[in-house]
């Protein structure tokens, strides 16, 4: 008879019970193991889903830009660094803008008719936005006398106490409407912005009309190119 070689003790077989299920205490041999290691799954899945929601909501809101503004028959002709313009013949009237600005003041977009206005949307709370932020401060300076006027619209600060900073930070020359909630982009016409390309820029001819876009940061150069044949215009 042939002796039967015993096994490492780590390679043993569980024990049975009579229906051939294993009776090996679950999680490691200790009793309610299996329960704290599914919780512990469940943990760091949830914590996982809420990383990937936070990043998810971080780039909607704040993108580094785009050319689509949704639907909607809008005139745009987009150009191969993001600029899109809008002939005359096609442009659309502006929406009707006022509100109070950072500082308190009531401020309606309609008195600046006349002069080409730029409209730039953003927050304190956007990489992108803090980014272009110096080229808006200089490009208004360089274009005031020219008959331009820049407007802010700050978004999605929860109070005006960031977006101030944000203006002393950055010496920026003009005001800003404050728009928490984001009413103001939903009065555009359809089509012309996308909440999910912040910082965003639209100009208004000096009829008040919808000419020019821009869903993404602007360097200097870029708002030159965009502004200078509006400024042209008469």
């Known amino acids: 008879m042939s002796a039967v070689r015993s096994l490492p003790h780590h390679f043993a077989p569980a024990p049975r019970d009579g229906r051939g299920a294993s009776r090996a205490l679950a999680g490691n041999g200790v009793p309610g193991g299996d329960a704290r290691v ?25 993108g580094s830009g785009g050319v689509n503004g949704g639907a909607g028959k809008t005139g745009f002709v ?36 006349g002069k080409v206005v730029v409209l730039n949307v953003w927050g304190s709370w956007c990489p992108p936005c803090r980014a272009e932020a110096p ?62 390309f912040i910082p965003s820029t639209v100009v208004l001819d000096r009829k008040g009309r919808v000419a020019a876009r821009s869903l993404k940061p602007m360097s200097a150069g870029e708002l030159h190119k965009m502004l200078d044949p509006l400024i042209a215009e008469h």
């Open 38 to 62: 599914r919780g512990r799954r469940a943990r760091r899945a949830a914590l996982l889903t809420a990383g990937a929601l936070a990043a998810a909501t971080v780039l909607t809101a704040c």
């Open 135 to 196: 080229n808006f401060a200089q490009v208004a300076k360089d274009t005031a006398a020219k008959g331009v006027q820049f407007v802010g619209i700050n978004t999605r600060d929860t109070s005006t106490e960031p977006a101030k900073a944000f203006e002393q930070d950055y010496h920026m020359p003009y005001p800003s409407l404050y728009d928490p909630t984001g009413k103001l982009m939903l009065r555009f016409p359809k089509g012309t912005l996308n909440p999910q």
């Open 78 to 113: 987009t150009d191969s660094g993001g600029i899109a313009v809008v002939e005359p013949a096609d442009r659309k009237a502006g929406p009707e803008l006022a509100g109070q600005t950072l500082q308190g003041k009531k401020l309606d977009v309609a008195s600046y008719r």
